[in-house]
């Protein structure tokens, strides 16, 4: 794989090697508080393990290609590597590594037994087949059986991957290994394991955060404008358990444009427009009197709270000065990047960083963890209490240390993240120092 120095020399700075720059920024601001030494900031900020792999792929018309395909395990002080995998065509090395190290950070702010780990394949997955699909997909599974396990590294859903995806990953991990093993991924289809709840848990967290920030804001929620960037896993689960808290959804935005109306949207119309267009898009749609805008001016609408939930770097130094939201919400990975932060933060805009607010998915994926190896079922309403509660502690002590240090929230978060990791790896002997 490519050094972060090589692909930091490179003309164009991709929005991958931005996160991970970020990612870095965060964890080496904490450390300079917490006072750890070099070394392990070093260890800190090191992946652990990089697998970079040529997946070749016989397509439905007999051509051979071959896909570049990546795992890190950024850390795994705390428990196995966890995190998802994602098929998009700007998945490079740098990327992958970020998104790991912010799964780290995320497993241990809401102490959870993990560590950080993130795959990726380069591909636009809209261009394939569904039988391409599942060839690239096992061809993933078989090269990665090396270094993952229920004990060492568990995958899940992330952009353009989904229950099904997981469902043929396990399929060619238990073929490859000779034996049943649920718990090697999360995410699964219920039909094979798959929690109760998993599907729904990104966005409930999302929206559980959003309503306890507003709350501890004052902002107050029946009838808060929301504007929601990204419907795709989690950015319709954020619309659908916000709009049970009373507020007003006035636009949501996908690869397609941005949809607006400051009455508020008439979301039923619109999941029943997503849902029967061939690519869930929200192409096309044309009820209760919508203005299509560009997903630049969706980040700019004027607003209560923001949720970007499609993809890293969309908050910039470009328009951190126009955002017109009281309160962002991070459900996507890295949305804002550090220089945004900074103007956000003169801005007096609050941010709920990434590693608290779209955690709900890997706490359920915990959960699902549990179930495949104890062969239990839990119910939804299980489910969604012990998910609500494990928020609500993060969403708490995140909150608290931020007063009681005088940071703001997202570095309160890492401080509490980072201090959890030091400990670990103080514990397993690696450092006397800290
Ligand atoms: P997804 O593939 O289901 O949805 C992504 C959405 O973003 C789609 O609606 C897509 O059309 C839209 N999109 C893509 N490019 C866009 C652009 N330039 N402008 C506006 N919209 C755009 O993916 P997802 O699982 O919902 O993930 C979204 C984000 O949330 C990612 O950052 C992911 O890492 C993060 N995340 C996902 C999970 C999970 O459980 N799926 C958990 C935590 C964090």
Known sequence: MATTTETKSATHQSA??????????????????????????????????????????????????????????????????????????????????????????????????????????????????????????????????????????????????????MGWFVDEYERQVGRFEPAIVTGKPIALGGSEGRGESTGRGVAHVAKQAMDRLGIPVEGARVVVQGYGKVGSDTVRFLREFGVKIVAISDVSGGIYNPAGLDIDGINEHVANHPKRLLEGYSGDNVTWISNAEVLTLDCDVLVPAALEGQITVENAADINAKLIVEGANGPTTGEADTILAERGIKVVPDILANAGGVVVSYFEWLQGLQGERWKLDDVRVRLDERMSTAVGQVFERAKAEGVSLREAAFLIAVERVVLAARLRGYSSAE
């Not at 569904?130 to 004990?151: C, F």
């Open 16 to 165: 991958g090697s931005s996160l991970l720059e970020d990612a870095l920024n965060h964890v080496r601001a904490a450390g300079r508080r917490l006072g750890i030494s070099q070394g392990m900031q070093k260890l800190l900020e090191t992946p652990e393990r990089e697998l970079s792999v040529a997946l070749p792929v016989e397509m439905d018309d007999g051509r051979l290609e071959v896909f570049h395909a990546y795992r890190v395990q950024h850390s795994r002080l705390r428990g196995p590597a966890k995190g998802g995998v994602r098929y998009h065509p700007n998945v490079d090395p740098d990327e992958v590594r970020g998104l790991a190290s912010l799964m780290t950070w995320k497993c241990a702010l809401l102490d959870l037994p993990y560590g950080g780990g993130k795959g990726g394949v380069t591909v636009d997955p809209s261009k394939l087949s569904r039988r391409e699909l599942i060839s690239l997909t096992r061809a993933y599974a078989a090269a990665l059986v090396p270094i993952i396990g229920p004990h060492v590294d568990i995958p899940a859903p992330d952009v353009n991957t989904n229950d099904a995806t």
